[in-house]
């Protein structure tokens, strides 16, 4: 709920601290009076002006992330991202700290984490469709709509692990919000990540698969500690193959009705554990 997280929240347009407004319990206000609604489905919007918009995963591809995500194909990735997060983080002085997911999407991985380390979670999304079903996705997730590339409105220090999960990653305002022991969490598709599907529906859209991209752009202010390669091999069915393409940024996702036959393909992907510096 975001009365769980709201310790950690700041306001979008003065940074100050926000609280959950006494009796009503629906809307936080800041120390100089911005007023934000909480949603019905549970969720705030702490967008500062319009946002990325654009790059907000509409209802459609979120229902698709969801379906395909709640098959379990990607319970590994969940299961290697949950592990992960219970060996780092603050240790002692995580008490008084979150877990942060920037770029949620539904709240699956936080969700997986936060089963594994006793801490509230801020699931940040652009997406208000993401959001709704990311605050249903845990009793103490908080989601938050928000744009992981402008300044975030987190409080500084607060997050004892930093998570990000195929999402925008904006490392300067990771580095801010995470506790000076904290660790990020990043993961990142490999090349041959859904291989047998990236020609046939164009799923290379965003292209992140490079290591050396990821490297170079948290050189500055992260250094790698540990690297987790992690592969699979499900066998989808054609919905499901409808779905993972359906799901993603790609000029196929109005199409995925078309896609006929299902079948193997290959999931690998690259989690990275990162320290500040
Ligand atoms: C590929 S999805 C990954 C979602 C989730 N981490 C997962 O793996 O299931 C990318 C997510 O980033 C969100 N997103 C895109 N642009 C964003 C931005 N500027 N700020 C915050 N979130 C953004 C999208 O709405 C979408 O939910
Ligand atoms: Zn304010």
Not at 30 to 37: K, M, N, P, R, S
Not at 101 to 118: P, Q
């Given at each position: 709920m975001i009365s769980d997280v709201v310790d950690w929240l700041s306001c979008p347009h003065c940074a100050t601290a926000l609280i959950v407004e006494a009796g009503a319990g629906s809307r936080l206000v800041c120390e100089e009076g911005h007023a934000f609604d909480v949603a019905r489905p549970g969720y705030v919007s702490l967008l500062a002006?319009?946002?990325?918009?654009?790059?907000a995963d509409t209802a459609a591809m979120v229902a698709d992330r969801a379906a395909f995500l709640g098959a379990g194909h990607y319970a590994g990735i969940a299961d290697l991202v949950a592990g992960l997060a219970s060996e780092v983080g603050?240790?002692?002085?995580?008490?008084?700290t979150c877990v942060l997911d920037l770029g949620a999407g539904t709240g699956y991985y936080l969700a997986r984490v936060l089963d594994a380390v006793d801490r509230p979670g801020i699931a940040l999304d652009i997406s208000k469709h993401a959001a709704r079903l990311a605050a249903k996705a845990h009793p103490r997730i908080g989601a938050v709509v928000a744009d992981?590339?402008?300044?975030?409105?987190v409080r500084g220090r607060s997050a004892s692990v930093v998570l990000n999960v195929f999402a925008p990653r904006n490392p300067r305002e990771m580095r801010r919000v995470l506790h000076p022991r904290g660790r990020a969490i990043v993961v990142v598709p490999e090349p041959d990540h859904l291989r047998e599907l990236i020609a046939e529906y164009?799923?290379?859209?965003?292209?992140?698969?490079?290591?050396e991209r990821l490297r170079e752009q948290f050189a500055d202010r992260f250094r790698i500690e540990s690297e987790h390669p992690h592969s699979a091999r499900p066998t989808l069915s054609a919905e499901q193959v409808s779905q993972v393409v359906g799901m993603g940024?790609?000029?196929w996702h109005e199409r995925a009705?078309?896609?006929?036959s299902g079948g193997a393909v290959t999931v690998a992907v690259r989690a990275y554990v990162l320290s500040p510096t």
């Amino acid at each position: 709920m975001i009365s769980d997280v709201v310790d950690w929240l700041s306001c979008p347009h003065c940074a100050t601290a926000l609280i959950v407004e006494a009796g009503a319990g629906s809307r936080l206000v800041c120390e100089e009076g911005h007023a934000f609604d909480v949603a019905r489905p549970g969720y705030v919007s702490l967008l500062a002006g319009a946002g990325a918009g654009g790059t907000a995963d509409t209802a459609a591809m979120v229902a698709d992330r969801a379906a395909f995500l709640g098959a379990g194909h990607y319970a590994g990735i969940a299961d290697l991202v949950a592990g992960l997060a219970s060996e780092v983080g603050a240790g002692d002085d995580s008490e008084g700290t979150c877990v942060l997911d920037l770029g949620a999407g539904t709240g699956y991985y936080l969700a997986r984490v936060l089963d594994a380390v006793d801490r509230p979670g801020i699931a940040l999304d652009i997406s208000k469709h993401a959001a709704r079903l990311a605050a249903k996705a845990h009793p103490r997730i908080g989601a938050v709509v928000a744009d992981a590339w402008a300044g975030l409105p987190v409080r500084g220090r607060s997050a004892s692990v930093v998570l990000n999960v195929f999402a925008p990653r904006n490392p300067r305002e990771m580095r801010r919000v995470l506790h000076p022991r904290g660790r990020a969490i990043v993961v990142v598709p490999e090349p041959d990540h859904l291989r047998e599907l990236i020609a046939e529906y164009a799923l290379m859209a965003v292209d992140d698969r490079k290591p050396e991209r990821l490297r170079e752009q948290f050189a500055d202010r992260f250094r790698i500690e540990s690297e987790h390669p992690h592969s699979a091999r499900p066998t989808l069915s054609a919905e499901q193959v409808s779905q993972v393409v359906g799901m993603g940024p790609n000029a196929w996702h109005e199409r995925a009705e078309e896609v006929r036959s299902g079948g193997a393909v290959t999931v690998a992907v690259r989690a990275y554990v990162l320290s500040p510096t």
